[in-house]
């Protein structure tokens, strides 16, 4: 078929990748905008839950506060809630009850104007343990650590392994993490993958997130932000998160 059509089929797909992981100055603006738009949600979340709501209710009214400032759509939003952490940072809401001394995330991939953020944020059901207070500090740091690293000429690897120093300097081991965070735009999930073996030059315009997460006694926990490459240090397009994990007051 090929040779009677009179040319060669062949594969486009990271050529194409490449050329989408590079956003004009209007792309990174409708991102930056979502990010803000999340970043209000997140930041009403504390003074509108309480011991004693469902995930399902928490769930509801988070999404439900995105849409009412200014997101299009609301595709993907993931909750998980724990005694000192919870068991994955990829689930859908139950009916399990928030109770004192519990750890709850919230992450989410809004849309505005046709592109994603995809950030997440950690709360704390009363004051956290001393256990928490330290997972949280290391997921800080190597978050810090990403975004100091990505930087033109280095490599979405340099930026996992950022990440991967800290946290191993705080004792968590990551032999088995895939990635600590990837390309972002029209798509939630984009090219590249911030994993050891991805060796992508990262390049002014590319949106990431920078994504750390650490198993522990509790489970597990993990910390998100969203950044775009400049030519000189990245600029962080989610509203940071504080360095202190955020108390939800019981």
């Known amino acids: 078929m090929q040779k009677s059509l009179g040319f060669e089929l062949v594969d486009c ?3 194409m990748a490449a050329v989408r992981s590079i956003k004009s100055a209007s792309e990174i603006n409708r991102i930056r905008h979502i990010c803000e738009i999340a970043g209000k949600a997140f930041a009403e979340l504390p003074s509108t839950v309480r011991v004693g709501d469902t995930e399902k209710e928490i769930y509801r009214g988070f999404s439900a506060n995105l849409l009412l400032n200014g997101a299009d759509k609301v595709p993907y939003v993931s909750i998980a809630s724990g005694q000192g952490g919870y068991e994955s940072i990829i689930m859908g809401p139950t009916d399990r009850i928030a109770r004192k001394g519990d750890v709850l995330i919230l992450d989410t991939g809004s849309k ?5 953020c995809d950030y997440d944020r950690n709360f704390s059901f009363g004051p956290p343990s001393a256990e928490v207070a330290r997972v949280y500090e290391a997921l800080w740091h190597a978050t810090d650590a990403g975004i100091e690293a990505a930087r033109p000429g280095k490599t979405a690897a340099d930026v ?3 990440q991967a120093d800290v ?3 705080y ?4 032999g088995n993490v895939g990635r600590f965070g990837h390309g972002l ?8 993958s911030n994993a050891p073996g991805d060796e992508t030059v990262l390049l002014p315009g590319m949106v990431l997130t920078v994504e ?3 198993m522990f006694g509790g489970g597990i926990m993990a910390h998100e932000e969203d ?3 400049t030519e000189g240090e990245a600029e962080v397009l989610s509203p940071r998160a504080s360095r202190e994990i955020q108390v939800i007051e019981c």
């Open 112 to 116: 505005c104007g046709g592109y994603f």
């Open 212 to 214: 750390p997460s650490a």
């Open 185 to 192: 735009g029209k798509v939630i999930t984009e090219h590249p």
């Open 167 to 169: 946290l191993i300097s």
């Open 160 to 162: 996992f392994h950022a």
């Open 227 to 229: 950044i775009v490459i």
């Open 171 to 174: 004792g968590f081991e990551v």
């Open 13 to 15: 797909t990271m050529l």
